[in-house]
């Protein structure tokens, strides 16, 4: 398996516990992955170090957890050499690598989403802003680690946002901007597996993207995520397979971009249906740590399966009935500038049944766990409903020892209130 971060470490320790499982490589791991696999240095970059690693050690299947080796075209440079793995080829990838190319999809599929404009210079984007009411989206074209998309509330801002992103400040993400149309309603997220012709539900998720409790403060690569997301509905799911999902696997595979692995759909929930805000290549981060926690199904089977095309021969997958909420304890400074090197202690004291603790960005140093990242720890924990796991995954946090960290203390809000109105 390939990534570092808390997605990867909570893939790890559901892979790991598969009994077709016999050797577990992952590049380049963490402290909490190394738990579960063996750790090993590969450039990902370098696509044929990576297929001969494969070749050496006889891999039978790659997991590629992040976006970029998928939007680099690792996944399609495996298959060339007959390996197998869970992850789109380069083409298709780009639901997650280029906004523009999703929108344009859409487009062409009958797709709901909001109305927009791709622009490839700052005045042609300014012009195009004047189409636009506000409050407007604004969102670099390319990948920026989550952290792409501006909601200008004024016409100011959204100048300001624009030309930003065209002098660099999301380097080479924003040499095309997307001006969406701003929707209202509640987000939530959807995920399938697809082997490119057949498709599958994996599960719903919330997640809170802001810095700041109240959903307040700049985005982030999320910090925290509950599942499942009640608010979607049964009918709303099948809603969202048959007029987002399904139509989107079946545009591409007609295109000749046959999409293979899981599909994370994040949506606007309108009055007038579901709505594709964005696609995501790989599974969600935190998101992944709270369907893990929940997966009651063999995760390498599926994966296999996927990779194998045979999608349609296995059962679906089965899920824990418990609600799974997991709160992300940051560095300091994050997300402009974390601070790196505090310590951490006192996890195993923390880990109690019904909890688990991923690790996201952190280090050994001297024997000593330190952060080495933004987001360091996932501290996810089961429950009879949200507020239960909620309550369950707060008081794990308060047994870490980790002076320099922070954490939003409302992570499932929504769904609480809900609970506590019936």
């Not at 992944?288 to 990779?307: E, G, N, P």
Request: contains cysteine; charged residues 20%; proline residues 5%.
């Amino acid at each position: 398996m390939l990534g570092s971060g808390g997605r990867e470490h909570a893939l790890a320790w559901k892979l790991a516990q598969s009994p077709s499982v016999e050797k577990f490589y992952t590049s380049p791991g963490n402290p909490g992955i190394g738990h579960h696999a063996e750790c090993v240095k590969l450039d990902v970059l370098d696509h044929a170090a990576v297929i001969q690693f494969c070749g050496r050690n006889r891999i039978d299947l790659v997991v590629v957890g992040p976006e970029a080796p998928l939007v680099d075209g690792l996944a399609e440079s495996l298959r060339s050499a007959d390996i197998l793995v869970f992850g789109p080829d380069k083409a298709p990838a780009q639901l997650e690598g280029s906004k523009g190319f999703t929108k344009d999809l859409c487009a062409r599929a009958n797709i709901p989403t909001a109305g927009y404009v791709r622009t490839t210079n700052q005045s042609d984007a300014l012009a195009a802003l004047e189409k636009f009411a506000i409050p407007v989206v604004i969102k670099a074209d390319g990948l920026a680690a989550g952290k792409g998309v501006i909601i200008a509330e004024t016409r100011a801002q959204a100048e300001e946002a624009i030309e930003m992103m065209f002098e660099g400040g999301f380097g080479d993400a924003g040499a095309e901007v997307v001006i969406e149309e701003f929707l209202t309603g509640e987000e939530a997220s959807f995920f399938a597996i697809t082997d490119g012709k057949n498709v599958i539900p994996f599960g719903t998720a919330q997640d809170h993207k802001r810095v700041g409790e109240g959903d307040i403060g700049p985005n982030t690569g999320g910090m925290g995520a509950y599942s499942p997301a009640p608010v979607l509905t049964t009918a709303l799911q099948k809603q969202v397979m048959d007029e987002i999902i399904r139509p989107t696997v079946d545009t591409l595979a007609a295109e000749g971009k046959p999409y293979s692995g899981v599909l994370f759909a994040g949506l606007m929930l309108t009055e007038t249906g579901p709505q594709l805000i964005e696609y995501n290549a790989r599974f969600g981060d935190p998101e992944c740590q709270v369907l893990m926690m929940r997966l009651q199904s063999d995760l390498a089977a599926i994966m296999l399966a996927t990779a194998k095309g045979q999608l349609g021969q296995i059962s679906a997958p089965e899920f824990d009935t418990r609600s799974a909420l997991t709160v992300v304890m940051a560095a300091k400074g994050y997300p402009s500038t974390p601070e790196k090197g505090g310590k951490i202690q006192n996890l195993a004291r923390a880990e109690r049944e019904g909890t688990k603790i991923f690790h996201a960005g952190t280090a050994e140093v001297d024997g000593k766990l330190v952060a080495n990242g933004g987001r360091v720890l996932n501290v996810t924990a089961l429950g009879h409903n949200t507020t239960e796991a909620q309550t369950k995954a707060y008081a794990a946090v308060d047994q870490i020892d980790f002076e320099s960290g922070f954490c939003r203390r409302d992570i499932g809000w929504r769904e609480v209130g809900r609970e506590r109105a019936v």
